[in-house]
T-cell receptor, first 117, second 111 residues
Framework: NAGVMQNPRHLVRRRGQEARLRCSPM?????VYWYRQLPEEGLKFMVY????????ESGMPKERFSAEFPKEGPSILRIQQVVRGDSAAYFC???????????????FGPGTRLTVL | AQSVTQLGSHVSVSEGALVLLRCNYS??????LFWYVQYPNQGLQLLLK??????LVKGINGFEAEFKKSETSFHLTKPSAHMSDAAEYFC?????????FGTGTSLTVIP
């Protein structure tokens, strides 16, 4: 059973470009979470999605950031018009359906390291 | 509101010595608590979790943590450090709709 997959592992963008980060949850998992880890800091929650629904986006910046988890395919975190402050590691996690939301174990992917030049 | 405080951003121990990583939480209701480990350039891996059952929780790789409500603590311990334990360790609390992570403790094991 493959774990949580994220791609690309490393992404370099120039200021003003768009960044698209992909996350494929573990097989059978329908809950996806995105986190951002800034240098020397812990993980900060961004958004929680289920298939075709955004459940909680309270951690998402109000502008330029969006996330989706379509019926088919991976979850996408999109950052438009990137700025240097967006440089960070972005982690995706998934958890199975039927568990306690937010309290069930989350399984993390290896992360995407975004560098904005 | 929930939050987690990890005391000591860097901890060094000798190989074979006791590992103690500190975590204190604040929560208005009984929390669920987690410890995760992150190896370089990898994602987080669950070590153990507390979900209001036994207060002493045993995890993988010989780690354990004890939930102490009176001290609002959930410290992570391992009796004997191994070189492979060198990594970043994160404590997390969840209740309601979010995971709150501490800022992490980097563990160095000295041969």
């Amino acid at each position: 059973n493959a774990g949580v997959m994220q791609n690309p592992r490393h992404l370099v963008r120039r200021r003003g470009q768009e960044a698209r980060l992909r996350c494929s949850p573990m097989k059978g998992h329908s809950h996806v979470y995105w986190y951002r880890q800034l240098p020397e800091e812990g993980l900060k929650f961004m958004v929680y999605l289920q298939k075709e629904n955004i459940i909680d986006e309270s951690g998402m910046p109000k502008e330029r950031f969006s996330a989706e988890f379509p019926k088919e395919g991976p979850s996408i975190l999109r950052i438009q018009q990137v700025v240097r402050g967006d440089s960070a590691a972005y982690f995706c996690a998934s958890s199975p359906p039927g568990g306690l939301e937010y309290t069930d174990t989350q399984y993390f992917g290896p992360g995407t390291r975004l560098t904005v030049l | 509101a929930q939050s987690v405080t990890q005391l000591g951003s860097h901890v060094s121990v000798s190989e074979g010595a006791l590992v103690l990583l500190r975590c204190n939480y604040s929560s208005s209701v009984p929390p669920y608590l987690f410890w995760y480990v992150q190896y370089p350039n990898q994602g987080l891996q669950l070590l153990l979790k507390y979900t209001s059952a036994a207060t002493l929780v045993k995890g993988i790789n010989g780690f354990e943590a004890e939930f102490k409500k009176s001290e609002t603590s959930f410290h992570l311990t391992k009796p004997s450090a191994h070189m492979s334990d060198a990594a970043e360790y994160f404590c997390a609390v969840t209740l309601g709709n979010q995971f709150y992570f501490g800022t992490g403790t980097s563990l160095t094991v000295i041969p």
